[in-house]
């Protein structure tokens, strides 16, 4: 098999693979017909992004219980039931959109419906990945392909959704995320996933929140990563509540432009994902990190002076690509590097870093917008990223240093020294006691 799609030789990931491929589309279309809803019915960037806080806010707070679950319990399982939900809501939107009674406020509360459903969905699906994919040496493979149908969705996904409101209006959009959870459904119900018990005992939920928490901040290079995603976050998931603001406002187009300004991310997201399904190793992961930072928060500041629509959706494939390859980065590392015992709760507290700072960056950004504009917030935000990168930078060093005994431990790279053997056994990674 093609050494970029390696993790598709796995049955079960296969299945997921095709099934959120589906999904995702759907999902992708509903996100940009919310959106342009709430502008068409406001004209208010705040609104958009009350709306954007209300469906962010449920992750920053219930992901560490999700993670606390998805140790404890069956995460097939339990992604079957938040897939089912997801759908639910998906139906609800599109009746009450169908009827035309649909207001602001049913939207931002089924969007916070939607969030509850996302904060427990979202950290046990990342801890999932290592459950379909039997050789762990092709894990990093799986979570680039991973993030390829997530970006490949959101090429294909906003680019129909704009044609489809311009001609049946955005109901149609909701119908159709409704029917392509059934396809999600459908693929996790196929796959053949053993029940493994954990082999730690139950504590109070608080205790074992506690003690993931506590192997976070002690593990410096989980806390470095995590710290970068949520500095990420805090811009890359608010800024596309502006994206209606810029296709009307700014570059003077209509419901396709904005469209096409979403999907121009999603193949720049594409392309990212795609560069890194082709490496074979986390080495130099480090690196890329730093230089995406740098790549998304130039793009942003060159969309902020923008006003042409072809470059604009030049500078959004530029942002998707900076901003994918340091999130999926990120997660290869962390996913590569964490024990066993206590993935669901570190990769919820990835989910909380990357989905809790979106909150706080959607209202930050539409009180911003509304202040001094659109523009001039994108740029804020370019400002803040490349600031961001800097100090990864300075970090880079003791990353290095503290991640290394861990890869030899792993086999990635190998002791050429008992010098080296005693500097691992030193800068191990903290131990944790189960719980």
Request: hydrophobic share 55%; aromatic share 8%; proline share 4%.
């Amino acid at each position: 098999m093609n050494h970029a799609f390696r993790a598709l030789q796995h049955r079960n990931f296969r299945l997921f693979f095709m099934g959120q491929g589906i999904s995702l589309i759907g999902t992708w279309m509903q996100s940009v017909a919310v959106s342009w809803l709430v502008y068409r019915l406001t004209k208010s960037p705040m609104a958009l992004g009350i709306v954007g806080f209300s469906g962010q806010i449920p992750a920053f707070i219930l992901s560490p219980f999700a993670g606390v679950l998805s140790d404890r319990r069956s995460r097939h399982r339990i992604l079957i039931i938040t897939q089912t939900l997801a759908m639910v809501q998906a139906v609800i939107l599109t009746v009450i959109a169908a009827t035309e009674i649909v207001a602001v406020w049913h939207i931002a509360l089924l969007s916070f419906f939607l969030g509850v459903v996302n904060a427990f969905d979202m950290p046990i699906r990342q801890a999932f990945v290592i459950e379909m994919v039997e050789d762990k040496k092709h894990l990093g493979n799986a979570i680039a392909l991973n993030s390829s149908i997530f970006n490949a969705s959101r090429l294909v996904g906003p680019a129909l959704a704009g044609m489809i409101i311009a001609i049946a209006g955005e109901t149609a959009c909701f119908t159709i995320n409704a029917v392509s959870y059934v396809a999600s459904i459908m693929a996790l119900v196929l796959m053949r996933i053993p029940y493994i018990k954990p082999g730690i005992p139950e504590q109070n939920i608080l205790a074992d929140m506690k003690k993931g928490f506590t192997y976070v901040l002690e593990f410096t290079p989980i806390r470095d990563l995590l710290i970068m995603v949520s500095m990420m976050s805090l811009v890359a998931m608010s800024f596309p509540v502006l994206l209606p603001v810029f296709a009307t406002e700014i570059l003077h187009g209509q419901s396709h432009t904005y469209g096409f300004l979403t999907a121009s991310s999603g193949v720049g997201a594409l392309l990212g994902t795609i560069f890194l399904s082709m490496r074979k190793s986390v080495l130099g992961l480090g690196r890329i990190i730093a230089a995406s930072v740098f790549i998304f928060g130039l793009g942003l500041a060159g969309l902020s002076l923008s006003r042409s629509v072809p470059l604009s959706m030049v500078l959004l494939g530029i942002i998707g690509f900076g901003m994918i390859v340091n999130i999926a980065s990120c997660n290869t590392i962390l996913q590569t590097i964490v024990r066993e015992d206590i993935r669901g709760r570190v990769m919820s507290f990835y989910t909380m870093a990357f989905m809790g700072a979106a909150p706080l960056g959607s209202l930050i950004t539409g009180s911003l917008s509304t202040r001094m504009g659109a523009p001039a917030t994108v740029l804020s935000g370019g400002i803040f990223i490349i600031l961001a990168g800097i100090l990864f930078i300075g970090r880079l060093p003791a990353l290095r240093r503290s991640i290394r005994p861990v890869y030899v431990k792993l086999g990635i790279l190998p002791e050429v020294a008992m010098g080296l053997q005693t500097a691992s056994a030193l800068r191990k990674p903290p131990e944790y006691s189960g719980g």
